[in-house]
């Protein structure tokens, strides 16, 4: 079970999942490059098919439903990216799956929905370091509902399912936690190196010196043609008209305490304000987005 290597050319630890995904559909139809867009394009089915089942169950609205699934079908970063072919098409799909097996599991008090949504999780977070943002998004989402909610705590249904979650996901992510281990310093080069030199800049002028990032990161999503829209020249990274929709929906989910939604939305623009706006590390949050929105 090979859950990581480390690429002497990009100096990174790249994750393994992809890769084994792809290889499935080669053997069955064939090594070219149809097939292989193919597989991408499944891929993105199943974000766009989750991501709708999803918003159907939170909110049994037929209207509702039917809107998020044109949202989605018509985001640009969404469809187009996933054909840039690289071990990030598959986080979005694997977490949208292990989003809508949690939500379920805590709805029908299910033991099996709750250990396939884990081992979901353990899969998108061995597909990418995006992964890895889904399950600090949960980890975070869980420490507020300590804070802010803790009646759903108290039910013991509840505990159990969250335990049962917590066990599964470790033993289905062993393989990955035991090349961290072995290979900790290999696997954290890359982010280590993205945050030493923001906070090194930071510290060197405060707030002044960290501007060049905000500006990034303004032009990134306001501006058609940003250096970081590698796959979505002359096109905005969220649709304008989409902010009616995505920011009072973000709003909402955090009323009624769905900080789930509203860490996946913002943790990957954080990371991207950071690290370097780009359109693949935003990638994740479309479905979240999408989900905000149908609050609205």
Known sequence: FQAAFFDQVGQISREVVFHYYITLFFKLFGYNLLVFNISLLVLGSITVFFTTFLVHRLFKNILVTLTSALIINFFPLHYMHIFMGHRYAIVAPLMVVSLYFLY????KKSFLRAILSAFFAALCWGSGVMGKQYILGLGLSLLALIIFDRRLLKIK?????????????????????????FNYDLYVIRE?????????????????????????????????????HQFLPEFYIIPPFYYLLLIPGLWLALKKKRFEIIFISLIPVLVAFVSGPFDFRVLMAVPAWVVGMAFT
């Open 104 to 107: 379920s599991s805590f709805r």
């Open 157 to 181: 249904e509840n505990i159990s399912i969250s335990l049962v979650w917590i066990i599964a996901f470790v033993i289905s992510a062993t393989p990955l936690l035991a090349y961290i281990v």
């Open 192 to 228: 280590r190196g993205l945050l030493s030199e923001f906070f090194s800049v930071y510290r060197s002028g405060g707030l002044l010196a960290i501007k060049p990032y905000i500006v990034q990161i303004m032009e990134f999503f306001f501006t058609k043609n940003a250096p970081g």
